[in-house]
């Protein structure tokens, strides 16, 4: 039962602290609703536990293996990122934001597996919850990490919507938005500098 709890807020804490797949959510909800996030906090959702789930079965050997890998998935992870705060960054002043235009499926599952926060939580909860003699653990910590997840993420997209019942006014919006990608860049710089940092 403890291991169970372990596990549970280990997801909880990991899918719920701010990080580039959150900003870009709660920027979802602020600009479109709640409802118009799902498609990115599904695939976000799913792209998290299946990278952990790969990982656990192996590809977190060859990463640790491939000393170039980290660093060219920090690369373009970063640049991905940085591309979606700027996208949002420069949005339109507008209440709505245009279906078309807005991260979806895809995006959140692209973004899960080039973000390094997200290996670095992957590798984490597999250290810790993952056995040598079985999988049975990790595939119960997939299966909780899967519906954890999809809450924690989905909470940012909700705060953004009630975010937006605070700001009418055009101007508001604008700079909630310049406030949102720039804070997404940021975060992606530094997820970017802090390998170098601590090397």
Known sequence: MSVLIAMISFSLVMSISPGPVNMITMSIGAASGSRKALPFVSGATIGFTMLLLVIGVGLGEF??????FMAVLNVIGTGFIVYIGYKIATSDSNLKMIDDNLPNFTHG????????KAWAACFAGVALFSSPDSNGPLYTFVSIY????FVGIGSWA???DKALSLIKHPTGIKYFNHLMGGTLIAVALLLFIQPIILD
């Open 63 to 68: 990463a640790t293996n491939a000393p170039y």
């Open 109 to 116: 599952f692209l973004l899960q597996w080039l973000n390094p």
């Open 146 to 149: 899967l519906v954890i997840c």
């Open 158 to 160: 909700v705060l953004g």
